[in-house]
T-cell receptor
Framework: ETGVTQSPTHLIKTRGQQVTLRCSSQ?????VSWYQQALGQGPQFIFQ???????GRGNFPPRFSGLQFPNYSSELNVNALELDDSALYLC???????????FGQGTRLTVV | KQEVTQIPAALSVPEGENLVLNCSFT??????LQWFRQDPGKGLTSLLL?????REQTSGRLNASLDKSSGRSTLYIAASQPGDSATYLC?????????????FGKGTHLIIQP
């Protein structure tokens, strides 16, 4: 069984740029969620995709957007990067209705 | 708005001790509760999932309990080992589809002294 994988593992961007993070869900999972974790904090829910549609969103501005593909992999896009966007971005996959979430190793984004 | 609190924020104990980590949540209408482990700079590893209808779950030296009515969960670690050193996070979910996402506490940073 393949686990959740994320790429890249580390990324440095300049303020104002755009970034795309990628996630491959665990085999058999049809739901992908994204979280932002600032240093010393718990992860914060960004949004969730199910069957290629966003079906839930946390308190994040529209410049955070995403996609889910037919194979259930997903992308997180962040436009107009701000210094406060520096964080560990985590992807989680699950089977709808089952509840248990499995996380990838994360992408460390640094905005300078 | 749901809030999840974990106590203590940090804990350092000698190897071999049994210990309890606490998690409380303000809204008892949860669907499930999940405990995770996070090593520095890494992703989250799922330890135990408790459905709202369950009282506890066990995996090896770990036991998690849930008291939904009082808004509390505990993670019990038996015979602690240095390899247990990590941050432990508690998260609650509200719907089976997870469309509200998980709400996390800030975690308990655990150090097991050899």
């Amino acid at each position: 069984e393949t686990g959740v994988t994320q790429s890249p593992t580390h990324l440095i961007k300049t303020r104002g740029q755009q970034v795309t993070l990628r996630c491959s869900s665990q085999s058999g999972h049809n739901t992908v969620s994204w979280y932002q974790q600032a240093l010393g904090q718990g992860p914060q829910f960004i949004f969730q995709y199910y069957r290629e549609e966003e079906n839930g969103r946390g308190n994040f501005p529209p410049r955070f957007s995403g996609l889910q593909f037919p194979n259930y992999s997903s992308e997180l896009n962040v436009n107009a990067l701000e210094l406060d966007d520096s964080a560990l971005y985590l992807c989680a996959s699950s089977s709808a209705g089952q509840g248990e979430a499995f996380f990838g190793q994360g992408t460390r984004l640094t905005v300078v | 708005k749901q809030e999840v609190t974990q106590i203590p924020a940090a804990l350092s104990v000698p190897e071999g001790e049994n210990l309890v980590l606490n998690c409380s949540f303000t809204d008892s209408a949860i669907y499930n509760l999940q405990w995770f482990r996070q090593d520095p700079g890494k992703g989250l590893t799922s330890l135990l999932l408790i459905q709202s209808s369950q009282r506890e779950q066990t995996s090896g030296r770990l036991n998690a309990s849930l008291d939904k009515s009082s808004g509390r969960s505990t993670l019990y670690i038996a015979a602690s080992q240095p390899g247990d050193s990590a941050t432990y996070l508690c998260a609650v979910g509200y719907s089976g589809g997870g469309a509200d996402g998980l709400t996390f506490g800030k975690g308990t940073h655990l150090i097991i002294q050899p």
